[in-house]
């Protein structure tokens, strides 16, 4: 019998046609003018880049869900001007700013005449993958100023959340909530740290709808697949694999892993039950986790009002779930409920306008 670990409350979120894309190269007869500020602000961003912006933001594009997530939480929903394809997926973000300009995605690419039309101040995004490098250099040739930004782990989100904050002025938010967030993760990593090793399970962290011909796509040296390690388990992909945030593996590697603990993750619930139907043959029922009754389900992203684990400060919330997963016993007085009701309560409502 397999146990399922989330909610069943649903959200039907709208779909909105994606605006063309205009080709990344071809910046010919655009022209970008920025005013000077005598007080410039200069910082290194997550990939690197030394970054100035002329002032305090008060137009920006956004073009990830949780970047933007978080600039609404910090209260700069208001300076948003142009957001990315996938912004209006979210479930977590304001009305009015799902409704502004949609300036292209990492993998079709972006309308820079769109852009430039909104005359933002910067243009805060993801990188390392897609068409980001093409992106960027088009925008820095424009004069347009670019912060990126990369979540690998926990700390990741709240160096995140404070470059957000320097862009927008938010330093004081930023310092509230990420102070939150540690004072909830923190004492985690410090519980998880005294378990002896023999008292972890073996966990496979996995989504089994994005290869097909039975590959499993495998978290190891990512959010999902560190948050593992965080809260007192042993991510058998991050342990064979710890140079790869991602791995893609066949039925036989996982009998042979055999883990103690399988935590399928999804974005929505009919994708859980999906998974979780596909599992429901011999080779699985081989393993010792579905033999036990340890498969369970996460929520993760943005498309469902349930779903903690993201780029996002909702991600403590779905590491407390985690944690109540892996080790039930040492995290027995966590409760996720409260502590997302905290979160919303004390950050999300009041910033988001709610």
Known sequence: ???????????????????????????????????????????????????????????????????????????????IVGIGTYVKDSVFIPTDVKNLTVVGNMFSGVNLETIVSLKPDVVIMDYGYGRSSDIIASLERLGIPVVTLYGSNFNDITVATQMIAKVVGADAQAQALVSYMNSKHTPIISTSASIPDASKPTVLICNLDVWKNGLIYCYANSTWGRSVTDVGGINLALRDNPALSYIKVNMEQVLTWNPDIIVIIGRTNSSLTTQINSINNSLWSELKAVKEGKVYTLLSGAKDPNAFLDWTPRLIVGEIQLAKLLQPTTFASLDWNSTATALFAQYYNTMLGR
């Open 1 to 79: 019998m397999l146990n399922r670990q989330g909610v069943a409350k649903t959200y039907a979120a709208t779909i909105i046609a994606i605006l063309a894309i205009s080709t990344i190269g071809s910046v010919a007869g655009l022209m970008y003018f920025q005013s000077v500020s005598a007080s410039p602000i200069n910082f290194t961003d997550m990939s690197g880049r030394q970054v100035q912006i002329n002032s305090t933001a008060k137009r920006i594009i956004v073009m990830e869900s949780y970047w933007t997530e978080i600039t609404c939480v910090l209260g700069a929903k208001d300076n």
